[in-house]
């Protein structure tokens, strides 16, 4: 049997890469405070802002949002219906995620923002993907590049000084292994828990960055928090996926990998970009929008929805 590291009583969860084991008590405990740790080390944001909280009604996000809210911070969230319908089954996955996020925010009485794409731009994003792509690929960079948008926008209008989002350990480590087999040094270059806001950015963290997927979704089950738990019906056969997949691997045979390969990435991150070329960052704004745009014209955002 486990016994908890704190307390000698059985553990709820072994947590092999930090060489620990935690009853339930003492892991809901541990995990707000690696968080705040997180949030003090990269001077992510303080107890007087206001926070908004992507939420997307899985279980990382409204963990965070829980979290946060354990922790003191004074937060709203803002959840964007994307209109996202299984192909297969035609069954409507964003209608679940929605009900979760509001379950979630009606419980905690929390302001949550809602931004429907069918009732503010006139079509879903399987419409749009239908219109532009013929529904040949996958939506998925469609979509990045709206909830950017959306959140970017959301979060100005808003006046909040910082957007967080629930992007865990694997999800970081995933990306850094994609960026890292194309050696895309832009993507690199930004690829941080914190991201300051500059030329109309809204200011970013991630503040479960050094969290397993594992670790949130048990402090979800501990929680009681209701979640979606499939994942978006696009996601099959992503690379994403695959590199999750490999990694998991990997860390099997080798527990605390992917947190040595994001961890040293960020000291080395230091030390690559110490004398860093500045990024290219837009100079102009869009006329409708307002949001950086590199050409002067419409953004790629108003570019798409213009043609509904």
């Known amino acids: 049997m486990m016994k908890c590291k704190k307390c000698g009583e059985r553990a709820s969860i072994k947590m092999t890469q930090h060489n620990m084991a935690l009853c339930q ?14 949030i003090e080390k990269f001077r992510m944001f303080t107890p007087d802002d206001k926070v908004l909280v992507a939420v997307s009604g899985g279980k990382d996000s409204l963990a965070l949002w829980d979290v946060l809210l354990g922790l003191g911070y004074r937060t709203d969230g803002i959840y964007i219906d994307l209109g996202i319908t299984d192909p297969q089954s035609g069954l409507p996955y964003s209608a679940k995620s ?24 006139g079509e879903t994003i399987t419409e749009i993907n239908h219109r532009v792509r013929h529904g040949r690929q996958k939506p998925c960079s469609i979509c990045g590049l709206v909830k950017r948008h959306i959140l970017n926008e959301v979060t100005r209008e808003g006046g909040y000084p910082v957007l967080v989002t ?26 941080a828990p914190l991201l300051p806001a500059m030329s109309g950015f ?10 397993y997927e ?13 979640y979606v738990y ?30 040595q390969f994001y ?15 500045q990024p290219i960052l837009p100079e102009e704004h869009c006329p409708v929008c307002g949001q950086p745009t590199h050409s002067g014209q419409l953004c790629a955002f108003c570019r798409l929805v213009g043609k509904m």
């Open 214 to 226: 594992r670790e949130t979704a048990a402090y979800a089950l501990m929680r009681n928090i209701a």
């Open 202 to 211: 809204a200011r970013k963290a991630k503040p479960f960055c050094k969290l």
């Open 25 to 38: 008590e003492h892991f809901l405990d541990w995990l707000p405070q690696h968080t705040q740790r997180t």
């Open 98 to 121: 929605k009900k979760y996020s509001l379950q979630f925010a009606e419980q905690h009485n929390l302001n949550l923002h809602i931004v429907d794409m069918k009732q503010e731009y």
């Open 166 to 191: 629930g992007h865990n350990l694997d999800d970081e480590a995933a990306t850094l292994f994609g960026n890292t087999l194309t050696w895309t040094v832009d993507l690199l270059q930004r690829q």
């Open 230 to 259: 499939e994942e978006c019906p696009f996601a099959g056969g992503a690379r994403t996926i695959q590199h999750k997949k490999l990694l998991n691997q990997l860390e099997k045979r080798s527990p605390g990998t992917k947190m």
């Open 263 to 277: 961890g040293n990435f960020l000291k080395a991150r230091e030390e690559l970009f110490a004398v860093e070329r």
